[in-house]
């Protein structure tokens, strides 16, 4: 969801101080009345029949899809990349492309939940339509179910091969990230420092359980991998310097400006100059300010990428974009915005989720989502099972959406059936693997295709 008002021009200008970052995130405050939700939607592909990865090149890979829905329909622009189609911008949002090829939905910023909802569905029967043509097969799950990472395609972006080239220094797991994950992210709006704030940290307190319900990435390389949720496993051995629950935000005083001293601190991937990428070799932003790079100055549009290259489970650009869910199959797509707007875009919710598990401490909400992980709702809380929490939470979230007296607390009406048997989709997907499926991979794919 992108929020910019600026010109290119005056990002392209040199920064000559540091409240100017801070105020790129002021200038991101909306009044309530202007409160969008927006959606980003991954999914992983497979070609039909042989269940093998859906190669980039070629007549019949991802780069000739993304031509063909052009071709099909005016509306759609390619985006290209030394002559690659790399994404589609389009009235309807955007379709980019993940390092491993996994298709993404870019979601325009909409009032309602219905409208998030139709676009979703809008965006799959566009997929649907083109997976009959390429014989592909579109999933929601949240880890490639068959093939390692090393089989899977790699998009011919250069901010990817900067990426597959620093992250590894960092994290065991990152290339898995990279090419072998899917989720689904929100943006939210917020009018205010101490508004967006306390959204960050209602964020954080609930994303453990947010992660739990939502979790569903327990098969890989075709077999059980131990955990229900092996993605956020895979998160957590990525990047230090720029993943996690961001313990920095419950710190007395926090705001805007130890957001961006934050950021500065984190190295940076590249920049950005005369469409070529040039890569930062692990230079912190503070000292690409100070230092300079290769001849060239930080701008303000140098602060705007970086900023999208930090992936705590919840973030602050212009918006705040909370990121913990997997992808999950369809009649649970519509759930996950929901579930945001009503836990973030009401004040009474908010407070209850912070009394609900606001006490907990930064070591302790790392204990419970790497618990969510690997028991989803089975997990353990310091309070207990963590289900009642996730059924609390859900609770909160409906009782938040009434007070918008907008009707969009139906939407939260499939969580009733995962909160009733106890098992979030990873946990189902483990059950029946293990009963009705007998180990078939048909089996997945028919539950988790879209």
């Given at each position: 969801?992108?929020?910019?008002r600026r010109t290119s021009r005056e990002l392209e200008c040199p920064i000559e101080r540091l409240d100017q970052l801070i105020g790129y995130l002021r200038e991101g405050e909306k009044p309530r009345s202007a409160w969008r939700v927006g959606i980003e939607h991954e999914k992983i592909g497979?070609?039909?029949?042989?269940?093998?990865?859906?190669?980039?090149?070629?007549?019949?890979?991802?780069?000739?899809?993304?031509?063909?829905?052009a071709a099909e329909d005016p509306s759609w622009t390619p985006v290209s990349e030394d002559e690659h189609v790399v994404a589609l911008d389009g009235t309807a949002g955007g379709i980019t492309l993940e390092p491993g090829a996994q298709v993404e939905l870019n979601g325009r910023p909409l009032?309602?939940?219905?409208?998030?909802?139709?676009?979703?569905?809008?965006?799959?029967?566009?997929?649907?339509?083109?997976?009959?043509?390429?014989?592909?097969?579109?999933?929601?799950?949240?880890?490639?179910?068959?093939?390692?990472?090393?089989?899977?395609?790699?998009?011919?972006?250069?901010?990817?091969?900067?990426?597959?080239?620093?992250?590894?220094?960092?994290?065991?797991?990152?290339?898995?990230?990279?090419?072998?994950?899917?989720?689904?992210?929100?943006?939210?709006?917020?009018?205010?420092?101490?508004?967006?704030?306390?959204?960050?940290?209602?964020?954080?307190?609930?994303?453990?359980?947010?992660?739990?319900?939502?979790?569903?990435?327990?098969?890989?390389?075709?077999?059980?991998?131990?955990?229900?949720?092996?993605?956020?496993?895979?998160?957590?051995?990525?990047?230090?310097?720029?993943?996690?629950?961001?313990?920095?935000?419950?710190?007395?005083?926090?705001?805007?400006?130890?957001?961006?001293?934050?950021?500065?601190?984190?190295?940076?991937?590249?920049?950005?100059?005369?469409?070529?990428?040039?890569?930062?070799?692990?230079?912190?932003?503070?000292?690409?300010?100070?230092?300079?790079?290769?001849?060239?100055?930080?701008?303000?549009?140098?602060?705007?990428?970086?900023?999208?290259?930090?992936?705590?489970?919840?973030?602050?650009?212009?918006?705040?974009?909370?990121?913990?869910?997997?992808?999950?199959?369809?009649?649970?797509?519509?759930?996950?915005?929901?579930?945001?707007?009503?836990?973030?875009?009401?004040?009474?919710?908010?407070?209850?989720?912070?009394?609900?598990?606001?006490?907990?401490?930064?070591?302790?909400?790392?204990?419970?989502?790497?618990?969510?992980?690997?028991?989803?709702?089975?997990?353990?809380?310091?309070?207990?099972?963590?289900?009642?929490?996730?059924?609390?939470?859900?609770?909160?979230?409906?009782?938040?959406?009434?007070?918008?007296?907008?009707?969009?607390?139906?939407?939260?009406?499939?969580l009733g059936e995962v909160l009733e048997r106890g098992r979030s989709p990873g946990e189902e997907v483990l059950a029946r693997w293990h009963s009705d499926w007998g180990g078939s991979i048909d089996r997945l794919i028919e539950f988790a295709e879209y």
């Amino acid at each position: 969801m992108t929020l910019d008002r600026r010109t290119s021009r005056e990002l392209e200008c040199p920064i000559e101080r540091l409240d100017q970052l801070i105020g790129y995130l002021r200038e991101g405050e909306k009044p309530r009345s202007a409160w969008r939700v927006g959606i980003e939607h991954e999914k992983i592909g497979l070609r039909r029949g042989a269940w093998e990865p859906i190669e980039y090149a070629g007549p019949r890979g991802i780069e000739a899809m993304l031509r063909h829905i052009a071709a099909e329909d005016p509306s759609w622009t390619p985006v290209s990349e030394d002559e690659h189609v790399v994404a589609l911008d389009g009235t309807a949002g955007g379709i980019t492309l993940e390092p491993g090829a996994q298709v993404e939905l870019n979601g325009r910023p909409l009032f309602t939940i219905q409208e998030t909802c139709q676009e979703f569905h809008a965006h799959l029967d566009l997929l649907r339509k083109t997976a009959e043509t390429f014989g592909f097969a579109w999933l929601g799950l949240g880890v490639h179910p068959i093939h390692p990472t090393a089989e899977l395609p790699r998009v011919p972006r250069e901010r990817y091969n900067i990426m597959r080239r620093y992250l590894p220094t960092r994290g065991k797991l990152a290339l898995d990230m990279m090419h072998a994950t899917a989720s689904v992210q929100v943006s939210l709006d917020f009018e205010s420092e101490a508004d967006l704030v306390e959204k960050l940290r209602t964020a954080l307190v609930a994303t453990p359980l947010v992660a739990a319900l939502f979790a569903n990435a327990s098969i890989s390389e075709g077999a059980p991998n131990g955990f229900a949720s092996q993605r956020l496993h895979i998160w957590r051995h990525t990047d230090p310097d720029r993943t996690g629950l961001l313990p920095i935000a419950f710190e007395e005083g926090f705001g805007y400006e130890r957001y961006v001293d934050w950021a500065l601190d984190v190295p940076m991937f590249f920049i950005v100059r005369d469409s070529s990428y040039r890569a930062m070799e692990g230079k912190t932003f503070r000292r690409f300010l100070a230092e300079g790079h290769q001849g060239e100055r930080a701008t303000m549009a140098d602060f705007e990428r970086h900023l999208t290259t930090l992936f705590p489970e919840a973030r602050v650009k212009r918006i705040l974009e909370v990121r913990c869910a997997d992808a999950v199959p369809p009649e649970l797509l519509c759930t996950i915005p929901a579930l945001w707007k009503g836990l973030l875009y009401s004040d009474t919710a908010r407070r209850a989720v912070l009394d609900l598990a606001g006490g907990w401490s930064p070591a302790e909400r790392d204990q419970v989502f790497d618990a969510a992980a690997r028991h989803g709702l089975g997990a353990e809380t310091p309070r207990g099972p963590l289900l009642p929490l996730a059924c609390e939470l859900v609770a909160i979230a409906r009782t938040g959406l009434d007070g918008m007296g907008a009707g969009e607390a139906t939407y939260l009406d499939p969580l009733g059936e995962v909160l009733e048997r106890g098992r979030s989709p990873g946990e189902e997907v483990l059950a029946r693997w293990h009963s009705d499926w007998g180990g078939s991979i048909d089996r997945l794919i028919e539950f988790a295709e879209y």
